[in-house]
């Protein structure tokens, strides 16, 4: 079996190609074209020219339009950053609010004041700084006379 396997192979590579013919032959020929002269023509350079000028003007359309569209792109990461800085200045804020309620907190005080030997405030001692109840009206300043307790 292998010895008919080989001469089957020798037999296929024996064989004739399909395309039997004359050989094509080429010859080398030099050309002059020195005594060539190139014409003008202005119709072609109308055509080329118009053709440019389209060509430019389609690139500065698509320049354009690229130049818009990326600055609009910058312009957002612009807003998220601001909107980021915005709420974190918000928070702080929230946190300033809750901080100056919990210090001007009347009991934290009168604690303080306790602690340090400070004795509660006469009748008429106390003048409250905070907004009247009209809210919008002007108040002039006045002087009241106050008397110092030693706690001696």
């Not at 010895?3 to 032959?25: C, D, H, L, Y």
């Not at 609010?97 to 001007?104: G, V």
């Not at 809210?135 to 001696?152: D, F, K, L, Q, Y």
């Amino acid at each position: 079996m292998p010895a008919a396997a080989t001469a089957q192979a020798m037999a296929n590579s024996q064989r004739k190609s399909f395309w039997v013919g004359t050989p094509e032959i080429y010859f080398a020929k030099t050309i002059d074209n020195s005594r060539l002269v190139k014409v003008e023509d202005p119709r072609r350079a109308r055509e080329m020219r118009h053709f440019s000028i389209a060509l430019c003007c389609l690139f500065l359309l698509v320049m354009t339009y690229a130049w818009q569209h990326f600055k609009a792109i910058e312009y957002g990461y612009q807003i998220e950053s601001l909107k980021m800085q915005r709420d974190s200045i918000v928070e702080m804020n929230r946190e300033l609010h809750l901080e100056d309620a919990s210090l001007r907190n009347p009991e934290r005080i009168d604690l303080m004041a306790r602690k340090l030997g400070l004795q509660s405030p006469q009748a008429g001692q106390v003048m409250r700084l905070d907004a009247s109840a009209d809210g919008g009206t002007p108040v002039m300043a006045s002087m009241t006379p106050i008397s110092v307790i030693s706690a001696r």
